[in-house]
């Protein structure tokens, strides 16, 4: 018999992906806002808002699922600076109430969080080192984190690098896309050089969730790619396979771009633990940026 997956912020840039790689060993049930897409045949789409705690428990009761894969967030850092109950809804109040509801049915939860809680005084985080949040989006991932595992013991929480690709259903925060956009009507795209990351691919990230929903692992998980570069580098690197001029890369200092919420400076991590216990294998940003553009072309992990 199958094992159930649901799947929330389906229809996101990370859900999205996770999505289209749900194989036949799972009978995924998605939950979206608004339109369902169409042409996936081998997912059931759920029409729900979130916020709707009855109509969660419903979902729960239900399908009775094996796994959750938590993706749903309010992950606009300038949003949340600025709407912080919205922020401390989504982020904080839903992950408790997803993770209650895993912890009453016996269900593991993967929930998914970020790079950024820690305070990129640093660079390559391991698992181990502590968070130190420097805006109130990372506040309210670090509280989410630790509801997250104090709720419900089957719980990993893969910590998400900055995430490279395309949407592969509906929207998304992809940056990427936004780039190719403005590089192709010759636009100067302009990129902080003082933010360092390690880039993952938005496909080997979805590989990467499903197969955390269907294994043991619990605790935290560093997500990211081989790489650690500044945003700068990794623009001008794009540009350069995707054949656009260098000189529309420009170079900004992130805390002069105005009324954008404080950054941390280093939040590259260290992939060690990932790259021991996941048969899905961490790239580089070339290789994990030629599977992007690949996967509509029949490529798969």
């Not at 009978?27 to 081998?42: C, D, L, Y």
């Not at 029409?47 to 993706?71: S, W, Y």
């Not at 509801?101 to 640093?122: I, N, P, Q």
Request: net charge neutral; proline share 4%.
């Amino acid at each position: 018999m199958k094992k159930k997956l649901l799947v929330t912020g389906a229809k996101g840039f990370v859900g999205g992906s996770i999505i289209r790689q749900a194989g036949e060993e799972w009978e995924t049930h998605a939950i979206v806002r608004g339109e369902i897409p169409s042409g996936f045949a081998n997912i059931t789409w759920r029409l729900l808002d979130l916020n709707d705690e009855a109509g969660v428990e419903k979902v729960f009761d239900d399908i009775r699922p094996d796994a959750v894969i938590h993706a749903a967030a309010a992950a606009d850092i300038d949003f949340c600076e600025k709407n912080r109950e919205a922020a401390y809804a989504t982020n904080v109040g839903l992950t408790q109430r997803i993770a209650r509801l895993c912890s009453a049915t016996g269900v593991r939860l993967v929930h998914c969080s970020t790079d950024t809680v820690f305070d990129g005084e640093k660079g390559l985080y391991k698992e181990s080192d502590p968070p130190g949040p420097v805006n109130y989006y990372a506040e309210t991932k670090v509280e989410a984190e630790r509801i997250a595992v104090s709720e419900n013991e089957n719980t990993v929480v893969p910590r998400l690098s900055l995430v490279m690709g395309l949407p592969l259903l509906g929207g998304g925060n992809s940056f990427l896309s936004r780039m190719i956009a403005s590089l192709k009507e010759s636009k100067p795209v302009g990129v902080p050089e003082d933010e360092i990351r390690t880039p993952v691919d938005v496909i080997t990230l979805g590989a990467a969730l499903l197969e955390l929903a269907g294994g043991v692992f619990r605790g935290f998980v560093h997500l990211a790619g081989n790489d650690r570069m500044n945003r700068y580098e990794m623009s001008l690197r794009i540009a350069d396979r995707l054949g656009f001029p260098r000189d529309l890369i420009v170079s900004k200092n992130s805390c002069g771009i105005p009324g954008r919420a404080k950054r941390p400076v280093d939040v590259s991590m260290d992939n060690s633990l990932a790259q021991s216990i996941l048969k899905t294998k961490m790239l580089g940003l070339e290789a994990g940026l030629e599977r992007v553009l690949n996967f509509d072309k029949g490529e798969r992990q």
